[in-house]
């Protein structure tokens, strides 16, 4: 075979290989340009996952007194129901949460807190209505006793002697405060208090008490402490005898508000924050925050959580995300961009998958079932770059939804040693109408040269007739 042919037949090869693969993958996911009836136009994008299911009608909704609440699926970190989430106002004593996540962070539970003379003066300055464990200047405390006072018997001094003993003065610990909000995500948090004074620029929002919270459960002995229904404070050298605490959690300390799935929370209330409740709810390995702020009273706030933990559980479902389920269509596409660079001076040099790994959907939609897609429509390859990096989307389609859960991210080089000889081509990976027209042209060719050997042939089988005739008139 001439070269020609060899080449024509490399490219036809690669086009009969480029329009299996997009076919072949179809059914399991798109690999190419959306079809017309695609029902999935407009993707639901990592930022918008967390709004998405709040524009979704929903119905049997429960009712919810509070001024302002949150429904917050830790996993997917998707807001399932809320009101004025993003407002701020003040969390009263749902602060010790930050408080006591700082300490088990940085403190050990045996070390000992010394009640100096700054901690007793800032401890005599809590207003008398506020809850206090009693401590005394020159007192020897564990930080283990400090922390279950604060949580469960939910004692000012003990919070604020815990945050003195870490940074000094309150108001350096409160910059630690801060500085952990932000860390985990918060937007609109702003502590002055190390215990949830009432005052007006010790703010935060459901929102960001649902971060606060979840940092809290997950990553430290917070869920543990906050479920302890009873705790004995130890003898110290300013009190001969035991100190016994209880829970004033009513999720924990009462029959009527025991919630089986209840992980941890704290409570609070003041003048002018009202009662305010921060809970989390674990149930099959999936974790629900709650916050409410300024309920109607004591009691209904924790009604008002349950209905709300049980409508998310019951009305969501969050899916967990794994690249193996990726792993064909990434298999493909990339075979694609490799047989596709092989005539160009490029190569892929690598590839990784970032991968979102939970989305929360409903229940209702989930329960349809779904499929995955690789978006290659926006992936074009510059073979004039040196370098150049690929973000191709990954997606899980529904019926009606198609969320963006992850991207696969492709680094392309160029070979070393190789000279650019055309720098303004370009190639689009998914450009079906440019390698039909290749098609077309090198048919076109093809046929043309089959017509030009037809002819060249006829001419010759002419010209022998010719001879053939004319020896036989000389005869």
């Given amino acids: 075979m001439t070269a020609l042919g060899k080449k024509i037949s490399a490219s036809l090869t690669a086009l009969l ?30 930022t918008e996952l967390k709004t998405d299911l709040l524009n979704e009608p929903q119905t049997d909704c429960p009712t919810i007194s509070a001024a302002s609440y949150i429904l917050y699926d830790a996993n997917s970190g998707a807001i399932l129901l809320g009101k004025d989430y993003d407002v701020q106002k003040e969390p009263a004593s749902m602060t010790k949460v930050m408080t006591v996540l700082l300490a088990l962070e940085r403190l050990e539970l045996t070390d000992i807190v010394t009640i100096n003379h700054d901690m007793a003066v800032a401890m005599d300055n809590i207003t008398k209505d506020y809850v206090k464990l009693g401590l005394q200047e020159g007192e ?19 919070s604020l002697a815990l945050g003195m003993f870490m940074a000094g003065t309150e108001a350096d610990f409160c910059e630690l405060m801060n500085a952990k909000a932000s860390e985990i995500g918060c937007t609109n948090t702003h502590f002055s208090s190390a215990f949830g004074l009432s005052t007006p620029d010790n703010v935060t929002t459901p929102y960001d008490m649902a971060l606060i919270l979840n940092e809290a459960v997950t990553n430290t002995d917070y869920s543990e402490i906050s479920r302890t229904l009873n705790y004995t404070i130890s003898p110290t050298n300013k009190y001969s005898s035991e100190r ?9 300390s009462t029959t009527k508000y025991n919630y089986e799935y209840y992980i941890g929370g704290k409570t609070g209330f003041t003048n002018t924050a009202g009662h305010t409740l921060c809970a989390a709810a674990k149930k099959n390995n999936r974790t629900l925050v709650g916050c409410i702020f300024n309920a109607a009273d004591a009691d209904i706030r924790y009604s008002d959580l349950i209905k709300l933990f049980e409508y998310g559980y019951s009305t969501f479902a969050t899916v967990e995300i794994t690249e193996s389920e990726f792993t064909p269509l990434i298999d493909e596409a990339t075979m694609q961009i490799k047989d596709l660079l092989s005539d160009t001076n490029l190569y892929l040099s690598n590839q990784k998958v970032a991968l979102n790994h939970y989305i929360t ?26 370098q150049q990096t690929l973000e191709i989307p990954l997606c899980k389609v529904y019926s009606d939804k198609t969320y963006l859960v992850g ?17 303004e081509k370009k190639t689009n990976l998914t450009s079906v109408r440019s390698l039909l027209v290749t098609f077309a042209v090198l048919s076109g060719l093809i046929l043309l040269l089959v ?9 010759i089988i002419k010209r022998r007739r010719d001879e053939v005739t004319k020896r036989a008139n000389m005869l």
């Fill in 17 to 46: 290989l480029t329009v299996t693969s997009i076919w072949t993958f179809a059914g399991a996911g798109v690999l190419a340009d959306e079809t017309p009836d695609d029902p999935n136009d407009g993707i639901v994008t990592a």
């Fill in 140 to 158: 020897e405390i564990s930080v283990k006793d400090l922390v279950y006072a604060a949580v469960l018997k939910s004692a000012n001094d003990a």
């Fill in 244 to 252: 016994d605490i209880t829970n004033g959690n009513r999720f924990v």
């Fill in 361 to 386: 959907t409903t229940s209702s939609r989930a329960q349809l079932g779904s499929t995955n897609r690789i978006d290659l429509s926006e992936a074009v390859i510059d073979t004039s770059a040196e």
């Fill in 407 to 423: 991207t696969l991210v492709v680094e392309i080089e160029k070979k070393a040693g190789v000279v650019e000889i055309n720098p």
């Fill in 451 to 459: 017509i030009v050997l037809l002819i060249f042939r006829a001419r």
